[in-house]
Nanobody, 126 residues
Framework: QVQLVESGGGLVQAGDSLRLSCAAS????????MGWFRQASGKEREFVVA????????YYADSVKGRFTISRDNAKNMVYLQMNGLKPEDTAVYYC???????????????????WGQGAQVTVNS
């Protein structure tokens, strides 16, 4: 059983930056691959990025590559999403999620992630 809590969402202008944080419970956090997904109003949940258990591998959706950066600090049970050059189409609820199964390559499928946070709203104005 793992609890995940996102923070750092908000309202920004196009071109601005924002950093999301995800705090995880449990001593097994450092063994999980972590991912970020997002869901815009009226649309299906989509993959954003994933990171391996030790941070050695990352996998970015094409839509965010070069703008977003995922990182983690296992000593603090934290994962982060640095978002630069935000666009209106980035507006969504952002979810962090934990994949408890080792996979190589990292998964971009929501069904592979066992635990989910409650979501953080990110709104980007034109």
């Amino acid at each position: 059983q793992v609890q995940l809590v996102e923070s750092g969402g908000g309202l920004v202008q196009a071109g601005d930056s924002l950093r999301l944080s995800c705090a995880a419970s449990g001593r097994t956090f450092s063994t999980y691959a972590m991912g970020w997904f997002r869901q815009a109003s009226g649309k299906e949940r989509e993959f954003v990025v994933a990171i391996s258990w030790n941070g050695g591998s990352t996998y970015y959706a094409d839509s965010v590559k070069g703008r977003f950066t995922i990182s983690r600090d296992n000593a603090k049970n934290m994962v982060y999403l640095q978002m630069n050059g935000l666009k209106p189409e980035d507006t969504a609820v952002y979810y962090c999620a934990a994949d408890v199964i080792y996979r190589s390559p990292l998964s971009d499928l929501a069904r592979d992630y066992r635990y989910w946070g409650q979501g953080a709203q990110v709104t980007v104005n034109s």
